[in-house]
């Protein structure tokens, strides 16, 4: 259910993109996803989760409600906060996605996940919630809304705020540096 539901977000994800680099990733990604090994692991819920009821409005959010408690979710290494307030799912640890680093990203309302930046470029899917985002070299936050797709280039500072509902975001990360 996991893959079927990556596969769709891929190909959405293809059919959104804003940018040809987009696109790029998003083909690596449904290249890679179709046919990757699983990896066993262990699903594990964190408190941030207690909104889930608030993630909603697309039949891919709707799907997301379902399987995100069965995902293991972590704290994010960017942010102590025993994931009160943020998490990710790295699904990179789910599936053998050899040069991908791929996740879901969960902000709670009200919440931001840190400014950073990294070596790899980036593509976000946005599956639910009304968030302010710094992507692409801006120094600006830009309101985005679900189903939109983004682009960091490598080593663009990035954060993004999240409204009153919470932000699920799929992300893809490949190119120089991504963590093997």
């Known amino acids: 259910m996991l893959r079927e539901w990556l596969i769709e977000a891929a190909e959405a994800t293809l059919e959104l993109a804003a940018r040809s680099e987009i696109e790029e990733g998003a083909r ?3 290249e890679a996803i179709e046919l990757a090994p699983t990896v066993p692991y262990q699903a594990q819920i964190l408190p941030v989760l207690r909104n889930l ?3 909603g409005g697309s039949p891919r959010a709707n ?7 069965h995902l293991r979710w972590v704290q994010s290494h960017r942010w102590d906060d025993q994931g009160e307030d943020r998490a990710l799912c790295v699904l990179s640890e789910a599936f053998d ?4 680093e ?9 919440s931001a996940y840190p400014l950073h930046n990294h070596p790899p470029q980036e593509l976000y899917l946005i599956v639910s919630g009304h968030a302010h985002w710094r992507y692409g070299g801006a120094e600006q936050l830009v309101e985005m809304r679900p ?3 983004l682009y960091n280039n490598p080593l663009d500072l990035h954060t993004v705020e999240a409204g009153d509902t919470p932000l699920v975001a ?11």
Do not use: C, H
């Not at 799907?63 to 408690?69: G, S, T």
């Open 28 to 30: 690596k990604f449904r």
């Open 53 to 55: 009821d608030q993630v």
């Open 63 to 69: 799907k997301f409600v379902e399987l995100a408690p």
């Open 97 to 100: 996605l050899p040069g991908l």
């Open 102 to 110: 791929v996740g879901i990203m969960y902000v709670d309302q009200g």
């Open 147 to 149: 189903n939109s797709t």
């Open 170 to 180: 799929l992300y893809v990360l490949w190119g120089e540096g991504v963590r093997t």
